[in-house]
């Protein structure tokens, strides 16, 4: 079945360091009338010949430590509406009329579309004037009838983080053929199909919306995490990144990344992320993803 994800409803005027009264009145000015020979001598008397025992005593670190946390700078945020189109297989709103009506996606090289295609997984975008078959899937809906709503989550996105889009749910148990190996089908309990999103500012008013698709599967358990430095225990399901069907979306503005399945691909990914049913009724769902906007994040500090 496809249940719906959950709504998420975006220079002072130069003065003197010295106050007037405070000026100092005692300066260079007066060296230069005093004998230096006499004064250079006291000086290295003084000193016990070191040049460096006057401005620091032995032992005596003269650098102090910031009491404050260091100042992050600001950072770049994507924000991006994600539209989840649910349908009857077979609505000619998903056809061919869909897709003739949208451009290829030009930033994704013809060889990754062409494993997608082989895997289930289309690609088009749509510029930020849609046609009107996008612009009639994009109408939201109460959610009253499954077979044919459409719900919308806005996400903001800090630059180069990667947050996980939840697609679908599968069946209790599901064979799914991963394109690293397509023989053996693998059976996936309590699966999950996700897109791992994650986004740039590449200039002003365009965007990069790079997306790697994920599966969950297994029991919900303790398990161990790599990071960038240490081994660490999180709770949740067993991962599957599809690195080599990861793509990428230059956007500009209001434009929209649209993804589906291209059927006839039974067991694919594709089939098992944007296929299922209601109540034996089978749907098609799709994932339209909009380039909202761009925000500056500024830091806080905190103790």
């Known amino acids: 079945m496809l249940p719906h994800p959950g709504r998420h409803p975006a220079p002072d005027s130069e003065r003197s360091l010295f106050p007037s009264s405070c000026e100092p009145k005692y300066g260079i000015g007066v060296l230069r009338n005093f004998p230096l020979q006499p004064l250079i001598c006291y000086l290295l008397v003084v000193t016990g010949g070191s040049g460096c025992a006057l401005l620091e005593e032995e032992g005596r670190s003269t650098t102090a430590e910031n009491p404050l946390p260091p100042i992050v700078a600001p950072r770049d945020a994507v924000e991006l509406e994600v539209f989840v189109v649910d349908r009857t297989v077979g609505d000619p709103l998903l ?15 013809p060889q990754i579309r062409h494993s997608l295609e082989m895997h289930g997984i ?69 699966g999950h199909g996700l897109l791992q999103v994650q986004a740039s500012k590449v200039e002003e008013g365009w965007a990069r919306v790079e997306v790697t698709p994920m599966i969950q599967h297994g029991a919900d358990v303790p ?18 990144m599809l690195y080599d ?50 925000h500056r994040i500024d830091p806080v500090r905190s103790n």
């Open 223 to 240: 398990r161990y995490r790599a990071t960038a430095e240490e081994w660490v225990v999180d709770q949740g399901q067993q991962a599957i």
């Open 95 to 109: 056809g061919a009329a869909l897709w003739n009506s949208l451009h290829e996606l030009s930033s994704t090289p």
């Open 122 to 190: 289309q690609l088009a975008m749509s510029p930020s004037r849609p046609p009107q078959t996008v612009q009639a899937l994009l109408a939201l809906s109460g959610g009253q009838d499954p077979t044919r709503c459409t719900y919308m989550n806005t996400y903001v996105l800090p630059a180069n983080q990667p947050i996980p889009l939840p697609v679908t749910v599968m069946e209790p148990e599901a064979s799914l053929r991963l394109p690293a190996d397509p023989g053996q089908p693998l059976v996936l309990k309590h």
């Open 245 to 294: 069907q990861r793509f990428t979306a230059e956007l500009n503005e209001g434009e929209l990344l649209v993804v589906g399945y291209t059927g006839g691909q039974p067991e694919s990914v594709g089939e098992r992320f944007f296929r299922g049913e209601w109540k034996s009724i089978p749907i098609e769902r799709l994932v339209i993803i909009r380039l909202r906007g761009m």
